[in-house]
């Protein structure tokens, strides 16, 4: 017979187990979705017709934007699944999807071979993989904050964005790699931009594999003799119009500012600081490993201190900042202060990315959680994150640049009245109500 002891260590094996294996899913999908803004600058050209560079990239962002719109109906769709049938399958499901658009684009032609045939298949593949995208996060962040323990919540479910940092530092790595080792910038632009959606693909499979040996969460399963009708449903997810309002107004301006320092922000580099595409990758990886680092530093001091302070963080310093930051940026010559410029505000975004995930799961019953947390933050993301990009890019295109620095200023300073008058999700947290683990 088993100790009391033995067993605990088993439990806990088991919980780090599922958690590492739901975040090495997660990165693996997120790889596959930044593959495309990391090698933008290269393939751009090989989808539409030849142009200025400023003109092809926001073609290209403009297909990146659309992707987004899938997320609203992956995060609806996947939501759905996991409440209904359970985490583990929709975490499946999703990567699946994703494995199907990376193949896609390493596959397609280029403009020059089939004409609109060229761009149509791009939008497809993006379509696809931004409809896995839209559920991964819900179902992930879902899966994460059931796995983990009471006093751990935090640190654990920082590991989301812990390995969605790690799609794009791998997109980047592979880039480096092709770019200072084994290929010349013309062979990147030929054909060379293939070669990371080709690994995306493959990684996608071995994603598949290790998510389908993942154990179901405990809360998924004490709520199994709930009725299908509160079970993942529209008509039971509002009946918490409040927990909804407080999803979107606090993703509002993390998200903006999260894509506007880490997929946008190495086309700024080039585009409008003037470093070279070589330099723009090096800041990129080297600022995104250490924002990884921060987040589960950020995600321990929530549990110890509340989720609210750290939001709190967030929003007062990202709506003081954001303007003199990246005004600061777009003036700089220097290699080095553009990396610090670029630290620190990834240090302000922390606020927001290291406990966004368990933030929105503590404020749903189980029954909804997956689809509560997915469905409102991927509308969100859509119109606010998804455009990020091409919102910068026309601003500069009309020779108004910094009217975007305003309006991300203005986002963060909306998200920031939401985390004024919110309750602290620690001390009020639906998961407590589920069956403990």
């Known amino acids: 017979m088993q100790t009391p002891q033995v067993q605990h260590e088993k439990i806990s094996r088991r ?47 403009g297909v990146f934007a659309l992707g987004f719109l899938m997320r609203p109906v992956g995060g609806w769709m996947f939501g759905r699944i996991a409440d209904k049938v359970g985490r583990k399958q929709s975490m499946t499901l999703s990567v699946l999807l994703m494995s199907l658009g990376s193949l896609l684009i390493a596959l397609t032609p280029t ?4 004409g609109i045939f060229a761009p149509i298949a791009l939008l497809l593949a993006r379509l696809l993989q931004g409809l896995s995208v839209g559920g991964e996060y819900g179902v992930s962040a879902t899966y994460l904050s059931e796995m983990a323990t009471k006093n751990r919540r935090g640190f654990y479910s920082s590991f989301q964005y812990v390995t969605l940092i790690g799609g794009q530092l791998i997109a980047l790595g592979i880039q480096l790699i092709l770019q200072n080792v084994l290929l010349t910038d013309a062979q990147l632009h030929q054909w060379g931009w293939r070669i990371p959606f080709a690994i995306g693909a493959v990684l996608s499979i071995v994603a598949l594999y290790l998510r389908s040996s993942l154990k179901e969460t405990n809360a998924f399963e004490g709520q199994k003799n709930t009725p299908d009708e509160k079970k ?85 310093t990202g709506t003081l900042f954001t303007v003199p930051l990246l005004t600061t940026l777009s003036h700089t010559t220097s290699l080095w202060g553009a990396f610090f410029l670029l630290m620190a505000a990834l240090l302000i975004v922390s606020g927001y990315t290291s406990i966004s995930a368990i933030v929105k799961a503590e404020l749903f019953p189980a029954e909804i959680r997956a689809l509560g947390v997915g469905l409102p933050f991927a509308l969100t993301v859509a119109i606010f994150g998804g455009t990020a990009e091409y919102i910068a890019l026309w601003f500069k295109n009309a020779g108004h640049e910094q009217y975007y620095y305003w309006y991300v200023t203005l986002c963060v300073l909306l998200s920031l009245l939401v985390y004024l008058f919110m309750k602290e999700t620690k001390t009020i947290s639906k998961i407590d109500e589920d069956v403990e683990g």
């Open 111 to 114: 403009y020059s071979s089939i």
């Open 15 to 61: 919980r780090l187990n599922a958690i590492f294996g739901g975040s090495i899913g997660n990165l693996v999908e997120w790889y596959d979705w930044y593959a495309y803004s990391a090698f933008a600058l290269y393939f751009s050209g090989s989808f539409f017709p030849a142009g200025d560079q400023t003109a092809q990239l926001l073609n290209t962002a």
């Open 232 to 316: 993942g449903t529209m008509k039971e997810l509002l009946r918490h119009p409040k927990a909804l309002m407080i999803v979107i107004g606090l993703t509002l301006g993390g998200t903006l500012a999260f894509y506007t320092y880490t997929t946008y922000m190495q086309k700024f580099l080039v585009n409008t600081v003037h470093l070279s595409k070589g330099e723009s990758t090096l800041i990129s990886f080297f600022s995104l490993l250490i924002f990884a680092l921060l987040q589960p530093a950020f995600g321990a001091l929530s549990d110890r201190i509340g989720r609210r302070p750290i939001l709190l963080w967030f929003g007062i």
